[in-house]
């Protein structure tokens, strides 16, 4: 059986979320499989990184350089090429970085690469088989990889639960001096903080999120009136904000905002995973949409298939009619 | 800048609903919807923009059949200058890597500044870009969000990471850049620009024309393959409301109010 390594992704000295959930899909690669945890940085956030991931890994390789101090993927995939292990199993969060990353260095090692893995259903001779969502995960595919030259799987956050195994007493192995010199012809110059918006939806009890059903431009009042007859706020998903429709700020998912709600009113929305990533705290999710197949109906505790442009106005009536009744 | 943008047709999910064909094995194809990949005609968008303010050519290629013409002509009509389509029954079945591999074949002929890519197409895995990147030894960026030209054959880039957040970089050129939709705002393409180059010959390169080894690329080449598609059995799933719709408005008013959404 393969080698199997897991790429942290840490910041601060604090491990990713992801850390000890690829711990949880190394083991359904192999059961028996003790994976390897790699982290790559510099400084004391590297060696805090690599202490807070002990409980998870029996062995983990520190990689320490200057030039890794902001992680650069154009270098981790040079560094990464030199230390791995010709035919290792390579598994990486599907997320910013992971995205930079694995294509390429799956091109480095000769390996074979799945991305946004969802599920992993074991080894069959030299094969893995795993399980992706597409379009926009309206239908699931069975992937088969061959694993022969190895593999790097990126994993969909959140898809694997933490083992509840007893806590390992995991060793640090230095391998910086196996990296060498590292040169990239992209070089990080700084990070931009998003701009707060004139709305901050992560303070709202309630939102009336609006997607790609909202249609047009001049369609988002709609939403807006409804929000203002409940005292919420009205955020979005991702393709309203690629129209223009709506500002960034106002935008719920993985590269938008994360908000807790109590109520979460999701018009004409598909549900795909990177916005449900932005909705924590478990909210009470209503969801309408006119497609009945409609990924985020898997997820929302009441669903009504039907047209939000003719819903939301009739729902915006009933409950201005019940503050006119109560206010007399 | 001579500018090449990888472009492919796909299932518009905007138009389809998805389903498994009655076998249960595959999703059902008749009657599904093509448009070119979103984040693609962004890509074409920025390339467009890109020459508009610099100078240069924007050429887009795509790997397919006859049936991926039409979103050659529709970038075409969006202002591309050029469409290539690379076609071979050779190309069957590849992976990413395959896909990877028929490209890096066809920027070897050409002398581009710059390629780029979609971030991702609807069911793929956003791994084409990468792939190239390393294929051709150039620098790559993904989910790149914005691009500036600066002198010095460079560019600065931001790409998209957590939050809204952005990270900049500078990139030597040559390079790949896989783009992130919403970088701009795409020209609408009516039927008169459609029509403007209905006429226009797309040049076709096959495997032999790409001096490909055919053992190299499709089905046979591939590592990665899909088996099957399924639908999940669901989780306890929503509890659907199947009333008329003032029904199922008063219902909704109802749970927000119990659930304390009403103020």
């Known amino acids: 059986m393969a080698r199997i390594f897991a790429y942290i992704v840490h910041k601060a000295g604090v491990p990713h979320d992801t850390a000890t959930q690829l711990a949880a899909a190394a083991k359904k690669i192999d059961l028996a499989s003790s994976p390897t945890a790699i982290l790559t940085g510099w400084g004391p956030g590297l060696d805090a990184a690599c202490d807070n991931v002990c409980a998870s890994y029996s062995e983990i390789w520190k990689l320490s350089s200057e030039v890794l101090a902001y992680p650069n993927a154009e270098l981790v995939r040079q560094a990464l090429a030199k230390i791995l292990p010709p035919g290792s199993i390579l598994l990486i969060a599907h997320e910013h970085f992971g995205i930079d990353l694995a294509p390429g260095l799956s091109i480095k090692l000769n390996s074979a690469v799945v991305s946004d893995a969802v599920e992993i259903a074991g080894v069959a001779g030299s094969f893995l088989n795993i399980v992706r969502q597409e379009f926009g995960g309206q239908v699931s595919a069975h992937v088969r990889c061959d694993i022969s030259s190895g593999a790097v799987v990126t994993v969909r956050p959140g898809a694997f639960k933490a083992p509840e195994s007893a806590p390992v007493a995991g060793i640090v192995v230095d391998k910086s001096s196996e990296v060498g010199a590292l040169t990239a012809r992209r070089r990080y110059l700084g990070t931009i903080v998003a701009e707060a918006g004139d709305v901050d939806i992560t303070k709202h009890s309630v939102l009336v999120s609006i997607g790609r059903g909202i249609q047009e431009k001049d369609n988002v009042a709609i939403a807006e009136e409804l929000a203002e007859a409940l005292g919420a706020a009205v955020s979005c998903s991702r393709p309203v904000v690629d129209a223009k429709w709506m500002e960034k700020s106002r935008q719920v998912g993985s590269s938008g905002k994360t908000v807790k709600p109590k109520v979460y009113l999701a018009c004409g929305i598909s549900g795909a995973f990177q916005h449900l990533a932005g909705i924590k705290g478990a909210p009470f999710l209503i969801a309408i949409n006119k497609n009945p197949k409609a990924p985020i109906f898997q997820v929302a505790d009441v669903g009504i298939v039907d047209d939000i442009l003719e819903f939301l106005p009739e729902l915006t009536t009933k409950v201005r009619e019940l503050h006119s009744v109560a206010a007399k | ?263």
């Open chain 2, 1 to 263: 800048m001579e500018i090449l943008v990888c472009a492919r047709r796909v299932p518009d999910t905007s138009e389809n609903e998805i389903e498994l064909n009655s076998a249960g094995n595959d999703i059902e194809h008749d009657e599904l919807v093509y448009s070119i990949n979103e984040a693609d005609n962004y890509a074409v968008e920025e390339a467009l923009q890109i020459v508009a303010r610099v100078g240069g050519n924007v050429t887009v290629v795509t790997v397919g059949g006859e049936g991926d013409e039409e979103v050659l002509r529709r970038e075409m009509a969006m202002g591309a200058n050029h469409g290539v389509l690379i076609t071979d029954d050779a190309f069957s079945g590849s992976d990413g890597r395959g896909i990877a591999t028929i490209l890096k074949a066809f920027v070897q002929k050409g002398n581009y500044d710059l390629i780029l890519t979609g971030v991702q197409a609807e069911a793929g895995g956003a791994q084409v870009g990468g792939m190239l990147s390393a294929l051709l030894d150039y620098p790559f960026a993904s989910l790149v969000n914005s691009i500036e030209v600066l002198d010095g054959r460079k560019l600065k880039i931001s790409r998209e990471i957590e939050g809204g957040n952005k990270e900049l970089h500078e990139i030597d050129l040559p390079c790949v850049l896989s783009i992130q939709t919403g970088i701009n705002e795409p020209r609408y393409v009516g039927m008169r620009g459609i029509r403007a180059v209905a006429s226009v010959p797309i040049p076709t390169f096959s495997a032999s024309e790409l001096a490909l080894d055919p053992s190299v690329v499709g089905e046979a080449a591939a590592k990665v393959k899909r088996v099957d598609y399924f639908v999940p059995a669901l989780g306890k799933g929503a509890e659907m409301l199947h009333g008329n719709r003032e029904e199922n408005v008063d219902r909704v008013l109802e749970l927000v109010a119990a659930k304390g959404g009403l103020k």
